[in-house]
């Protein structure tokens, strides 16, 4: 099984853009597939996860990150957790 990465991300929110800039390049190099999910169209998904706040960051349906920023390190190791 792969990795997902989904991340909750709005157009109007600064920190949402560089979580989202992150999660893209730690994907890419770690090999995972990535999600965005849009807070108006995705709404039935965050409800399912939970989410109260952006950005975050649900790896494999597990929320690793909710309302912070998390470094590059902290994203690939969020990702390794989950690796088989």
Do not use: H, Q, Y
């Not at 952006?54 to 990702?79: D, L, Q, W």
Request: charged fraction near 30%; hydrophobic fraction near 45%; aromatic fraction near 2%.
């Amino acid at each position: 099984m792969g990795i997902l990465v989904e991340v909750l991300e709005s157009n109007f929110c600064p920190k949402c853009a560089v979580v989202k800039e992150r999660v893209l390049k730690v994907a890419e190099e770690l090999n995972a597939e990535v999600k965005l999910l849009d807070p108006i169209k995705d709404t039935d998904r965050i409800v399912e996860l939970g989410l109260l706040t952006s950005p975050a960051v649900v790896i494999n349906g597990k929320i690793k990150f909710a309302g912070v920023v998390p470094s590059e390190e902290e994203i690939k190791r969020a990702i390794r957790e989950e690796l088989p």
